[in-house]
T-cell receptor, first 115, second 112 residues
Framework: DADVTQTPRNRITKTGKRIMLECSQT?????MYWYRQDPGLGLRLIYY???????NKGEISDGYSVSRQAQAKFSLSLESAIPNQTALYFC??????????????FGPGTRLLVL | GQNIDQPTEMTATEGAIVQINCTYQ??????LFWYQQHAGEAPTFLSY????GLEEKGRFSSFLSRSKGYSYLLLKELQMKDSASYLC?????????????FGAGTRLFVKA
């Protein structure tokens, strides 16, 4: 079974709709992240959480919100979707106690299309 | 500010060696990562450098020069399955925690 899972894997929605992307992990990591990936721009950080009570904005948080329901769950919401939020979204986890390098482990991604 | 530059695309031949360069500018450098990402899949960790020098791991090696803000990923004995994007990423010390900044990636095509 995958350590980091994302649902849904693909989603088509219309402008103005509210949608939620969910991420779950069985790695026991405290730190979780949401990124979006666009062609030619690489991965950009939307929000991150270092533990259940900690939520931080990344470089492109406008138009997004998150919820850390438990150590294992971190959800990303688009309150009112717009077409330029069409992208591939990745959830990731890390654990600073595992190694100094603190590798990030990525989920399989959610491909979102906003019409 | 923070900036990471790497070539957009490279092509190499099966069995050959290829070097993918990465230059970066960051205010609080605390390590450099290389990730591999096959089309439509999640990035996966390849290597990590925090001190100057070469780190070797099988067919893959990664080099870092902190004074030059420069790294490269060296892939030897190329195989068709090495066709993927290679992401250079820098961890930056920031108030409140560490952030990892990703480059746009280098798409490598391995031809027979």
């Amino acid at each position: 079974d995958a350590d980091v899972t994302q649902t849904p894997r693909n989603r088509i929605t219309k402008t103005g709709k509210r949608i939620m992307l969910e991420c779950s992990q069985t790695k026991g990591h405290d730190r979780m992240y949401w990124y979006r990936q666009d062609p030619g721009l690489g991965l950009r950080l939307i929000y991150y959480s270092f533990d259940v009570k900690d939520i931080n904005k990344g470089e492109i948080s406008d138009g997004y919100s998150v919820s850390r329901q438990a150590q294992a769950k971190f959800s990303l919401s688009l309150e009112s979707a717009i077409p330029n939020q069409t992208a591939l979204y990745f959830c990731a986890t890390s654990d600073p106690k595992m190694a100094a390098q603190e590798t990030q482990y990525f989920g399989p991604g959610t491909r979102l299309l906003v019409l | 500010g923070q900036n990471i530059d790497q070539p957009t695309e490279m092509t190499a031949t099966e069995g050959a060696i290829v070097q993918i360069n990465c230059t970066y500018q960051t205010s609080g450098f605390n390590g450099l990562f290389w990730y591999q990402q096959h089309a439509g899949e999640a990035p996966t960790f390849l290597s990590y450098n925090v001190l100057d020098g070469l780190e070797e791991k099988g067919r893959f090696s990664s080099f870092l020069s902190r004074s030059k803000g420069y790294s490269y990923l060296l892939l030897k004995e190329l195989q068709m399955k090495d066709s993927a994007s290679y992401l250079c990423a820098v961890r930056d010390v920031n108030t409140g925690g560490f952030k990892t900044i990703f480059g746009a990636g280098t798409r490598l095509f391995v031809k027979a």
